[in-house]
C-alpha cells in the first residue's frame, strides 16, 4: 500500500511564501504523475500543479508564474514552492500520486495539510 506524507503547510501572509513536501512511502513505485490538488469548503478538490514522469509539468491558471512544483530525481518526492501568496490560495493541500496498474492507474492521497494566507 502507498502511503504519501506531506508537510510544509502553515499560515502566512499576503505576499509570502511556503514550500509543501509529499513523500511516497517507498522508491519502488514509478508514478505517472504526482502533483497537488487543493480543496476549499463547499467546492471541489481541484488541480493546482503535477509533474509527469517524462518531466511535463501542469500548472492551474491562477498559480502559474507564482508557483513551482518540482520532484526529488533520486525519490518519489515532489514539493511545491508557493511565493506571492493571496489569499484565494487559502485551501486545504493534498498531495496526490498517480500509479498505473495492470487495468488502468489508480490513485493515492495524503492527508491534506492547512495553507491559510491571511494579515
Known amino acids: 500500500q502507498v502511503q504519501l506524507v506531506e508537510s510544509g503547510g502553515g499560515l502566512v501572509q499576503p505576499g509570502g511564501s511556503l514550500k509543501l513536501s509529499c513523500a511516497a512511502s517507498?522508491?519502488?513505485?514509478?508514478?505517472?504523475?504526482m502533483g497537488w490538488r487543493r480543496q476549499v469548503p463547499g467546492k471541489e478538490r481541484e488541480w493546482v500543479a503535477r509533474?509527469?514522469?517524462?518531466?511535463?509539468?501542469y500548472y492551474t491558471d491562477s498559480v502559474k508564474g507564482r508557483f513551482t512544483i518540482s520532484r526529488h530525481s533520486n525519490a518519489n518526492t515532489v514539493y511545491l514552492q508557493m511565493n506571492n501568496l493571496n489569499p484565494e490560495d487559502t485551501a486545504v493541500y493534498y498531495c496526490?500520486?498517480?500509479?498505473?496498474?495492470?487495468?488502468?492507474?489508480?490513485?493515492?492521497w495524503g492527508q491534506g495539510t492547512q495553507v491559510t494566507v491571511s494579515s
Open positions: 517507498s522508491n519502488r513505485f514509478n508514478f505517472n504523475h
Open positions: 509533474i509527469h514522469g517524462n518531466g511535463r509539468v
Open positions: 496526490n500520486g498517480n500509479l498505473p496498474t495492470v487495468d488502468g492507474a489508480r490513485e493515492f
